[in-house]
Nanobody, 130 residues
Framework: VQLAESGGGSVQAGGSLRLSCVVS????????VGWFRQAPGKEREGIAS????????EYVDSVRGRFTISQNVAENTVNLQMDSLTSEDTGMYYC????????????????????????WGRGTQVTVSS
């Protein structure tokens, strides 16, 4: 599996960016695609995920209501629309793929856990100036 992120850049606080992740080499249509970010001096954190077979998405509290994850099946792309950006959103953004997890017969994506994702892109830098 190969992933390639794009769309990063510099923006002022309150602005928007749209990140894209092209995924190739998948052998299953039922996986999780997650977006993670890492700020300087901080650990990598998961912020959003989507289940590719259902389109079900999940977000962490810090981005819910501002970020939207979506997929374009025809283009093998998962996008992250980021609105109302703040300086706290500055960092390197990565997309990754991983298997769905199951809990008593219900499937979900481990949005926050990078260890549950096995393939990663190289990242795209997002810088928000206040």
């Amino acid at each position: 599996v190969q992933l390639a992120e794009s769309g990063g850049g510099s923006v002022q606080a309150g602005g928007s960016l749209r990140l894209s992740c092209v995924v190739s080499g998948l052998t299953s249509s039922s996986i999780c695609v997650g977006w993670f970010r890492q700020a300087p001096g901080k650990e990598r954190e998961g912020i959003a995920s989507i289940r590719t077979n259902s389109g079900w998405s999940e977000y962490v509290d810090s981005v819910r209501g501002r970020f939207t994850i979506s997929q374009n099946v025809a283009e093998n792309t998962v996008n992250l629309q980021m609105d109302s950006l703040t300086s706290e959103d500055t960092g390197m953004y990565y997309c990754a793929t991983g298997a769905r997890k199951s809990f008593f017969g219900r499937y979900y994506c481990a949005t926050r856990t990078s260890a549950d994702y096995s393939s990663w892109g190289r990242g795209t830098q997002v810088t928000v100036s206040s």
